[in-house]
């Protein structure tokens, strides 16, 4: 097969190529080194795998979200990766950060579909349910059922996921309930954390619901919200 595919000039994967070594030596008896070739190959796609996360993390953290991107779909779209819900958040989570909402909540959305017990899909498509500029992207009802569902997987102990709950309390028009659950979420919070969302209380507090805000440019892990 690989004889027909360069002959016609089709790629020939090398990683392909050096298992099919282990299993030719396996075949012909060369037990011994059938197995240690066929480990090392193995170790090598799964370091190259991990250099590409390496990178992407990289690129993220200096905030070259085309780069990023290209490191985790070039993970992604690798075969042997199989689906990895937790490459799709991080897809996600750049393309939020280039304005690309619909975009950005399919990711989230497939990344829920492969794990649906992660509390972290379910916020941040809660996120982007009761956040998204756009209106057309907004569903405050799903939003809260899944930002309350994160809350009691974390035990009503993450701050982030009840910040979650009360933005898409306020989408569904229920500030009273939205200033409750944000001031929770508040006396959970570090102190630094806090005193950076008193502007959000105080958009609650006057009947403002919350906006994911375009110049927001803090970093944040897959699991915050604003």
């Known amino acids: 097969w690989m004889g027909y595919r360069w002959a ?27 197995r240690l070739w066929i480990y090392l190959v193995q170790g090598r796609h799964v ?9 992407g993390m990289a690129a993220y953290e200096s905030e070259d979200y085309d780069a990023a991107l290209r490191f985790f ?5 690798d075969p042997k990766s199989g689906e990895d819900w937790r490459i799709q958040l991080w897809i996600g989570v750049c393309l939020e950060y280039q304005g690309k909402y619909r975009e950005a909540l399919d990711a989230f959305e497939r990344a829920l579909a ?34 309350q569902e994160a ?26 309930d939205a200033v409750a659950t944000y001031r929770k979420a508040m006396s959970l919070m570090p102190e630094d954390e806090r005193e950076k969302r008193v502007e959000s209380l105080q958009k609650l507090q006057a009947g403002q619901p919350l906006r994911f805000p375009e110049e927001d440019r803090r970093k944040r892990d897959t699991g915050s919200a604003t």
């Open 8 to 34: 016609t000039g089709g790629k020939v994967d090398p990683f392909d190529f050096c298992v099919l070594v282990g299993f030719v030596t396996l075949a012909l008896g060369v037990f011994g080194f059938s």
């Open 47 to 55: 370091r190259r795998q991990q250099r590409l996360i390496d990178r």
């Open 73 to 77: 779909r070039e993970y992604q779209d």
């Open 114 to 147: 492969i794990n649906p017990n992660s509390s972290d899909a379910m916020q941040l498509v809660a996120y982007l349910l009761a956040c998204a500029p756009q209106e057309e992207l907004r569903n405050g009802e799903r939003a809260l059922a899944l930002a």
């Open 151 to 176: 809350c009691q997987m974390e035990n009503d102990a993450d701050w982030r996921a009840f910040t979650i709950v009360a933005a898409a309390q306020a989408e569904l028009g229920q500030f009273d």
